[in-house]
């Protein structure tokens, strides 16, 4: 792609990130573990080897913290026909297994949070009395250990690429809580009772709803109406058909609306200080997604609050264990 003037060596940078630098570490396991190897092919003890090699896989931090604005810009430039056929003949090709190329750019991440997994099989199949067994399991915690610190880190690292790109109309929609939220809860597409698309972000401290747009050739979203902060936040789950929402093709045609599923509406605590959102989810399991998250997110500001403390780092995490990502998967809906 630099080749061919498709990409440019920064755009491909951010994309590939620091990809090539990964591929020694493994070349060094590698060496180890030929090392440790006897003659007849096979490998008494492989705890010691592992529990030296494994902290150099917190070299993944930079590379899975740099997968969301990496995703972004790549969605982005496919828009580009030159890229879009570019990578469409490369996907048809034999070499690349009918991936696409994003399906080789997330695989280290998606290795990395299976060598828990790879551990704990070993150390299953290793005896008890093993003389490997007490080194696979300080192997077993180093890997754990390194695998939720990553998590962290790119869990602030979305968030961070995400605060950083919402655009504001007027200082009216500042919000301070959101320059202090370093975990993005769950975000995604919804519809508002128009049929409008709007992109909605839950942080751990604010609620922002927005409409995607471009800046300077860098998709961005412009925040619509007023941000609401977490602890102002009310939210009521509607059953499906108490509410008509309009926008469809039918109704083009005739004076006629449609019963709406799936939706849930956040409003302000205090009514003054904003208008009332009805959002719809494409699906009853998506809303039920959204609905725990914001509930959660609720709970846990109202015990920080409460405390007077600030954020706790189990508060946090008991909110990223409930991150989701709702892109591709739910549609918003936005009312007055």
């Given at each position: 792609?630099?080749?061919?003037?498709?990409?440019?060596?920064?755009?491909?940078?951010?994309?590939?990130?620091?990809?090539?630098?990964?591929?020694?570490?493994?070349?060094?396991?590698?060496?180890?573990?030929?090392?440790?190897?006897?003659?007849?092919?096979?490998?008494?003890?492989?705890?010691?080897?592992?529990?030296?090699?494994?902290?150099?896989?917190?070299?993944?931090?930079?590379?899975?913290?740099?997968?969301?604005?990496?995703?972004?810009?790549?969605?982005?430039?496919?828009?580009?026909?030159?890229?879009?056929?570019?990578?469409?003949?490369?996907?048809?090709?034999?070499?690349?297994?009918?991936?696409?190329?994003?399906?080789?750019?997330?695989?280290?991440?998606?290795?990395?949070?299976?060598?828990?997994?790879?551990?704990?099989?070993?150390?299953?199949?290793?005896?008890?009395?093993?003389?490997?067994?007490?080194?696979?399991?300080?192997?077993?915690?180093?890997?754990?250990?390194?695998?939720?610190?990553?998590?962290?880190?790119?869990?602030?690292?979305?968030?961070?690429?995400?605060?950083?790109?919402?655009?504001?109309?007027?200082?009216?929609?500042?919000?301070?809580l959101i320059e202090?939220?370093?975990?993005?809860?769950?975000?995604?597409?919804?519809?508002?009772?128009?049929?409008?698309?709007?992109?909605?972000?839950?942080?751990?401290?604010?609620?922002?709803?927005?409409?995607?747009?471009?800046?300077?050739?860098?998709?961005?979203?412009?925040?619509?109406?007023?941000?609401?902060?977490?602890?102002?936040?009310?939210?009521?789950?509607?059953?499906?058909?108490?509410?008509?929402?309009?926008?469809?093709?039918?109704?083009?045609?005739?004076?006629?609306?449609?019963?709406?599923?799936?939706?849930?509406?956040?409003?302000?605590?205090?009514?003054?200080?904003?208008?009332?959102?009805?959002?719809?989810?494409?699906?009853?399991?998506?809303?039920?997604?959204?609905?725990?998250?914001?509930?959660?997110?609720?709970?846990?500001?109202?015990?920080?609050?409460?405390?007077?403390?600030?954020?706790?780092?189990?508060?946090?995490e008991q909110i990223?264990?409930?991150?989701?990502?709702c892109d591709d998967?739910?549609?918003?809906?936005?009312?007055?």
């Open positions: 792609m630099l080749k061919l003037c498709i990409m440019s060596e920064e755009e491909l940078s951010q994309i590939f990130g620091s990809l090539y630098s990964l591929i020694p570490l493994h070349e060094d396991l590698l060496s180890r573990l030929q090392q440790v190897r006897r003659q007849d092919g096979t490998v008494f003890e492989v705890g010691r080897t592992l529990a030296d090699w494994l902290p150099s896989l917190s070299a993944y931090e930079t590379y899975c913290c740099n997968q969301v604005a990496a995703k972004a810009l790549l969605d982005y430039k496919k828009q580009q026909r030159p890229v879009d056929e570019f990578l469409r003949l490369c996907q048809e090709s034999a070499f690349s297994r009918k991936l696409d190329l994003w399906s080789f750019l997330d695989l280290p991440r998606s290795r990395l949070v299976k060598y828990p997994l790879l551990l704990k099989e070993i150390v299953r199949h290793t005896p008890t009395e093993h003389p490997d067994q007490q080194e696979l399991r300080r192997a077993m915690e180093l890997i754990q250990g390194i695998v939720a610190q990553v998590n962290v880190r790119t869990g602030e690292a979305e968030c961070r690429y995400y605060r950083q790109r919402l655009c504001y109309l007027d200082d009216s929609q500042l919000e301070p202090h939220s370093s975990v993005l809860c769950c975000h995604g597409e919804l519809k508002n009772n128009k049929g409008a698309k709007l992109r909605v972000f839950l942080f751990e401290r604010a609620l922002v709803i927005s409409r995607p747009v471009s800046r300077n050739q860098r998709p961005c979203f412009q925040v619509y109406r007023t941000p609401i902060p977490v602890h102002q936040l009310v939210l009521e789950d509607l059953p499906d058909g108490e509410t008509r929402v309009s926008g469809s093709l039918r109704g083009a045609f005739s004076n006629s609306t449609e019963r709406a599923k799936n939706i849930f509406r956040v409003s302000f605590r205090d009514r003054s200080r904003g208008q009332s959102h009805t959002l719809q989810a494409n699906d009853s399991f998506n809303k039920q997604q959204w609905v725990s998250c914001i509930r959660q997110a609720v709970i846990n500001s109202r015990d920080i609050m409460h405390s007077q403390l600030p954020v706790s780092e189990s508060s946090l990223a264990s409930l991150s989701i990502d998967e739910m549609h918003e809906t936005d009312t007055d």
